[in-house]
């Protein structure tokens, strides 16, 4: 089992920047893909982002396209997703999340970070 923690969220102003941290630990990522997603109040939770350990292929919802990178750093077994021009509609608990390459389910979630963003 891969356990994932988040870090990183906060509270910023309208045109503002944050980046979310997602450490992971229990098993090699070699064969994952590492997702966030995000989950406002009232609202179903949406995919924002994800990337492949291994070669880094991403991926990014069209909400978030041009606005945020995902990354991931081996040594520190971290995956990133840096967020700019941050707009009020992306308040919501962002969670962090792990899928094998053999299946498109996420499976492992970490228990969230809150962001928001004041207008």
């Known amino acids: 089992q891969v356990q994932l923690v988040e870090s990183g969220g906060g509270l910023v102003q309208a045109g503002g920047s944050l980046r979310l941290s997602c450490t992971a630990s229990g098993r090699t990522l070699n064969n994952y893909f590492m997702g966030w997603f995000r989950q406002a109040p009232g609202k179903e939770r949406e995919f924002v982002a994800s990337i492949r350990w291994i070669g880094g292929t991403t991926s990014y919802a069209n909400s978030v396209k041009g606005r945020s990178s995902i990354s991931r750093d081996y040594a520190k077994n971290t995956v990133y997703l840096q967020m700019n021009s941050l707009k009020p509609e992306d308040t919501a608990v962002y969670y962090c999340?792990?899928?094998?390459?053999?299946?498109?389910?996420?499976?492992?979630w970490g228990q969230g970070t809150q962001v928001t963003v004041s207008s």
């Open positions: 999340a792990a899928r094998t390459l053999a299946t498109m389910e996420y499976t492992n």
